[in-house]
């Protein structure tokens, strides 16, 4: 499982721990807290499961980092787990790490042979709450919340594609056909789009569209998000990762949507009436 | 100026001091505290200024109350003046209260007399920092922020439209043509629809279109923000309050106009191409 594998960036701590907020910034933007400077969305339905995060964390405009929040771990044949992560980048990078460890330690309860996706969900709040105990009182002192927020997805031999939103007290929740998709980091301006389209029978493709039109929404009004995507296409008793893109700033498709979709908006504005209200 | 006067509706002031926050509530919804419970955008363009309001405050689940936001002075010919509130009920209630009774007390500086608009705003500001010495400290030992977010818009005799936003500590910013809008409450929803459409030469109407779309993706994805709406449209160097409306559930405007958006944005979405990165 690549968290955070070699051939990941790696970690620019000194960004992680400078104090780069300016004034008004929304959110502390110290000791790798990167609060609402991510979007992560991840949707479940009958044909697999989609996921797709940004890369872009920030401490003040003056740092922006990018560091993959998508991490992928494949047993061809057997399973596919996918973690996706949000907020403190210093807590999710542990988590991620503490993770990693587990799956090389034989013996160990990892997400390599966790039974089931529940078990698996189980291990990672259990990882949450170790970095919890080591690091809460110490940030505490700093003023900082313990903030991380996780989604994790996927499918082992045995059992359907299951979804679930992991929480910084290492409790989950799991999505149901009612509640097909979990957000993570900076939700709102992106959950509208969700809300009108997620839910009817959609294939995979038209999630991912439906979750990158979610994501423009979101860059549009949130400079601290940003590319380079990474998007992943879960098709249903694949037991197999083959659809995979990163889409950076020159990516031909997810250009022409934003502008199709933008302009398309505005025409759909345009010829809806006007109110009359005192006409 | 309503604010608020006898025909507003009697505060229920025994919803605003429960504590009724369910488990897991987002905010703290004690001592008059509604932060993200409602939604408020106030344009000013060419033609004018357009504000609107929702009128949905609430203390948890059970408890959903139903407020004015939209506070209107008026004197024909000569002045209008348009007060949006979000935050705690309590302090917006008493900012208003103290704003009304500086209007009723002769030789005092007041709403009514300001030779401009950022006056005017100054005199909203101080209203502010009068009721934050008076409660900010008891509001503290309750651990409730001093939370209180207006916009003031509007036009005296003299000058051109101008519209300001007033924070919790008394400052304010106004409005400039390359940022024309303003938001208070749960603004994230709704911020993209406005910074896809705001900006051209719109009509006041087409700006009221606008706003109406952007509540209507802001209760989609919040049932703390919620009918019935007050719109008001000021038309530049009318000096008069013509195009005020009430909007409520069965308003047949709005209701077509947000099944037809609803619909209207699932057929661009499907025309637009899947991606098609794995083909």
């Known amino acids: ?84 992560t949000a907020g403190n980048l210093a807590i999710s990078q542990s988590v991620a790490s503490g993770l990693k460890v587990q799956m090389g330690t034989a013996g160990e309860k990892s997400l390599a042979n966790a039974p089931n996706l529940f078990s698996a969900a189980k291990i990672v ?72 389209v997620i839910g009817g029978q959609l294939s995979l493709d038209e999630v991912a569209k439906c979750c990158l039109i979610s994501m423009d929404s979101t860059m549009k009004s949130n400079l601290s998000v940003g590319l380079p995507l990474d998007l992943l296409c879960y098709e249903k008793d694949s037991f197999e990762v083959k659809r995979r893109a990163q889409i950076d700033g020159k990516d031909p498709y997810f250009t022409s949507l934003r502008e199709r979709w933008g302009e398309q908006l505005r025409k759909v504005f345009n010829e809806l009436p006007d109110p009359g209200y005192w006409n």
């Open 1 to 84: 499982m690549n968290l955070p594998s070699a051939s990941d960036p790696v970690p620019d701590t000194t960004a992680a721990t400078q104090t780069g907020a300016p004034e008004g910034a929304p959110t502390k933007n110290t000791a790798g807290d990167y609060s609402a400077m991510t979007y992560c969305v991840a949707v479940r339905n009958e044909a697999g499961l989609v996921f797709l995060s940004d890369s872009r964390t920030n401490a003040g405009v003056d740092q922006i980092n990018t560091f993959r929040k998508m991490h992928v771990y494949e047993v061809p044949g057997e399973r596919v787990l996918v973690l996706l």
């Open 125 to 196: 709040g259990e990882a949450v709450r170790k970095v919890h105990e080591r690091d809460a009182a110490a940030l505490k002192e700093f003023g900082i919340e313990f903030n991380v927020s996780l989604i994790l997805g996927g499918q082992i031999k045995g059992e359907e594609p299951r979804l679930f939103n992991i929480y910084a007290a290492g409790n989950f929740i799991e999505a149901t056909p009612e509640t097909p998709y979990f957000q993570i980091g900076e939700s709102k301006y992106g959950k509208p789009i969700l809300d009108r």
